[in-house]
């Protein structure tokens, strides 16, 4: 029972968060509709300012994934086998922090 609560709470998820992102400011808009009006101007600018941070979040660990590539040419250079997979699963993991680059390192 647990399995199948866990795959509708994930079916769910995934239905509001494709929602709300057709709509332009969906996010934004459920926030201030769920929050008291006197306080609509503190959630804006707090929701302005975490949208910021994830934005150099990302970019950084977008910026950051060319260690794919790097470990490739590296791998391919040394004659590695299957350097094409290695690097492939060394670039996704580089997306988590601390755990990636370390298992990327003993990769």
């Known amino acids: 029972m647990v399995f199948f609560g866990g795959i ?6 995934l239905t509001m968060a494709f929602f709300l992102s057709l ?5 934004e808009n459920v926030l201030l509709l769920l ?5 609509e ?3 804006r600018n707090i ?3 975490v949208q910021k941070k994830l934005q ?6 977008v910026g950051l ?3 794919g590539l790097a470990s490739y040419i590296v791998f ?5 086998k299957y350097a094409f997979i290695l690097a492939l699963i060394s670039g996704f993991l580089n997306f988590i922090p601390y755990i990636g680059p370390w298992v990327t390192t003993f990769c």
Request: without cysteine.
């Open 76 to 80: 391919y250079i040394f004659g590695v």
């Open 56 to 61: 150099l979040v990302w970019r950084e660990t």
């Open 35 to 39: 929050s008291p009006a006197k306080y």
């Open 8 to 13: 509708a709470s994930t079916i769910s998820i």
């Open 23 to 27: 709509e332009e400011k969906g996010t």
């Open 47 to 49: 929701f302005e300012r």
């Open 41 to 43: 101007e503190q959630i």
């Open 65 to 67: 994934s060319f260690v």
